[in-house]
């Protein structure tokens, strides 16, 4: 029987609109700035700047019909969702509301293990996404999604039986009690990071104990974090107590990794239309470690990898896994769907010729 990917992370629902309100408000306030500037070009001032802004907002209507709909939504569902597309058996670790027996059927029916899916007597968070032709903004209520946690719920060894890799996506203090469990039931265990959820370093040392295998970080989320404006070399001298294996992803530079023994650079794919920004680290990240899971038998098979005598084998394992991350990433920021493990496979091909 296969081993489980474990997926501990947030589950809720995502309101979504379609809407051109970001392109309108953009269009009117700079017309409305190259009006004032055409005819007071001397008169211009931050005060000015403020007025004009603010009456363009003004101007939007209070009702903005939009295309809406409800679907499920977070970083746990995302990375799980993805896990179980590329055909390797997912178990997702969550704490949802009430009124959201629909999720737990369509999860199912994708064929995620449910079982350890928890439900408590409270509202089930909603997060608001605009999404326009320029940019995308999620709004959230961090309020409610506190309340998702395990408290009160007693989880057993049992919940981390027969699988191979636990991932916390992302990282935070309502999951870190489970986190430390899978790790200590031999599972290879990683994590994402983001600013977020994670506001300086302080943080993370404190909720991090014994180093982890991988971890997952934007370079902007880094920097945000570290609170400087560092070299890579410094925010990984900064980060690298936290993991053996520490990968920092970079847009369209592309991704870095660091090990104790070595340092990969995978390229970033040129590809002319991206749709969406939306999703791209968790598809990262969730491509990375599937590949993990087919190049590496265990914990212990990996912990042997990280030997300096096995460093060869680690870096063609490593860099494959970051090929497939980027593009498991690229795959998702251009179509804004989930894969399944064939069309990924074609993607690739597609992306060879």
């Not at 017309?31 to 055409?38: A, D, I, Q, V």
């Not at 999620?138 to 039986?161: D, L, R, S, V």
């Amino acid at each position: 029987m296969a081993k489980e990917f474990i997926v501990l992370g947030e589950l809720h629902q995502d309101l979504y609109y379609e809407s051109d309100f970001y392109d309108e408000l953009v269009e009117k306030i700079t017309t409305k700035l190259l009006s004032f500037l055409h005819h007071n070009p001397d008169d211009f001032n931050s005060r000015i700047a403020r007025k004009i802004i603010t009456q363009a907002f003004g101007e939007i209507p209070k009702k903005i019909e939009s295309k809406g709909y409800i679907k499920r939504g977070g970083n746990g569902n995302n990375s799980a969702d993805y896990i179980s597309r590329l055909e390797i058996p997912t178990r997702l670790i969550t704490v949802i509301g009430r009124d959201c027996e629909w999720m737990i059927s369509e999860l199912k029916e994708n064929g995620i293990n449910t079982d350890y899916i928890f439900q408590k007597d409270a509202l089930t968070p909603i997060s608001t996404i605009i999404k326009s032709k320029i940019t995308t903004k999620i709004y959230i209520a961090p309020n409610f999604k506190q309340k998702m946690n395990f408290e009160g719920i007693k989880i057993t060894e049992k919940a981390f039986e027969n699988a191979k890799i636990i991932l916390t996506t992302p990282i935070s203090s309502k999951f870190m009690f489970l986190f430390e469990m899978g790790g200590s039931l031999g599972l290879i265990t990683a994590f994402t990071i983001e600013a977020q959820k994670i506001h300086s370093l302080d943080q993370l040392s404190n909720m991090i104990g014994e180093r982890k295998d991988i971890f997952f970080l934007n370079l902007n989320d880094a920097k945000f974090i570290l609170k400087e404006d560092l070299n890579l070399d410094k925010i990984d001298e900064n980060l690298s107590q936290f993991a053996k294996v520490r990968v920092y992803t970079a847009g369209e530079k592309g991704s870095y990794l660091f090990t104790d023994n070595f340092q990969i650079h995978h390229p970033s794919i040129k590809i002319k239309e991206i749709i969406d920004l939306t999703g791209a680290g968790d598809s990262y990240a969730a491509g990375f470690l599937s590949k993990i899971y087919e190049l590496v038998e265990d914990k212990y098979q990996f912990q042997e990898f990280t030997k300096i005598e096995r460093i060869k084998e680690f870096e063609y394992i490593l860099k494959e896994s970051m090929k497939f991350g980027t593009i498991s990433s690229l795959y998702k920021i251009t179509k804004q769907v989930t894969p399944s493990k064939a069309e990924l496979e074609d993607f690739i091909k597609q992306l060879e010729e």
